[in-house]
């Protein structure tokens, strides 16, 4: 696996050799690349990044392309042929797989891993520690709580994986901390799972479900907090201009 290295101190956030996007990062260690890799201005990796296959995998060498102020911290990976958008975060040892998209202004936390062939819209929030299986979908404006698994794989003994497939996160949905997504359940628009609930079935939109396995226990707009929401306002969408 290749590594980048930076021409800054890590965290002055300033990018180090990095073109703009559609440009090779110019860098003495661009030849030894087994991947096209191109990356945004006012990007930022540190040293210890890797961005390509590993020596010796069968992951082809498609283009890594990285948005324009990416921050990408020590210790993670991207495997050929991701694409990230402008303004991606992500935590220390962060892998993301094969072939996978994510969109702008997303943040990924320390020690989660998205495997290959996901899809992730944009401004999606993935705290720590997550499992994020291959042939996921996760829609714009979702939030995953830390420990968060969302499984891919019914039939885990299986030799050829042939009905592997993740779930399917729709937009504005929030996903509770230590919760369990099973393969081919699909998570409703604006919906909410709590915290360590094992989700065996599609959820409609705008709806709680709790439990395990997780079932209805309200709509969206009952969910009150004393501290700073009014009624029927959860998960209004949020009045934000970005480039």
């Known amino acids: 696996m290749s590594v980048v290295k930076s021409s800054v101190p890590r965290g002055d956030g300033v990018a180090g050799r990095f073109g703009p996007l559609g440009r090779p990062v110019d860098s003495p260690r661009a ?11 006012g990007a930022l990796i540190d040293e210890d990044v890797h961005l390509g296959r590993e020596i010796g995998s069968a992951a082809s ?9 990416a921050r990408i911290r020590s210790g993670s990976a991207l ?14 040892n962060v ?8 969109g702008k202004d997303c943040r990924i936390s320390n020690n989660t891993i ?27 404006d979702v939030a995953i709580g830390a420990g968060v698994c969302l499984a891919n794989d019914p039939h885990p003994g299986s030799d050829t994986h042939a009905c592997m497939r993740g779930p399917t996160i729709e937009s504005g949905a929030q996903i509770g901390m ?4 099973l393969p081919f359940v699909t998570i409703g628009q604006r919906s909410v799972v709590g915290a360590g609930s094992v989700v065996t079935d599609t959820v409609a939109p705008g709806l709680v479900v709790a439990g395990n ?27 934000i201009t970005r480039e």
């Open 31 to 41: 030849g030894q690349w087994p991947t096209d890799v191109r990356i945004g201005q």
């Open 213 to 239: 396995p997780a079932r209805v226990i309200m709509s969206v707009a009952q969910i009150s907090c004393p501290l700073d929401l009014k009624e029927g306002e959860y998960q209004r969408p949020a009045q």
């Open 95 to 102: 892998v993301v797989g094969e072939g996978t998209v994510i």
């Open 61 to 69: 060498d498609a283009a890594i392309e990285i948005g324009k102020g």
């Open 178 to 181: 230590n919760a369990t997504i």
């Open 114 to 140: 998205v495997e290959s062939d996901c899809q992730l819209g944009d401004r999606v929030r993935v705290d720590a520690n997550c499992f994020i299986g291959r042939f996921t979908t996760i829609a714009d």
């Open 79 to 92: 495997q050929p042929g991701v694409r990230v958008g402008d303004r991606f975060d992500a935590g220390r």
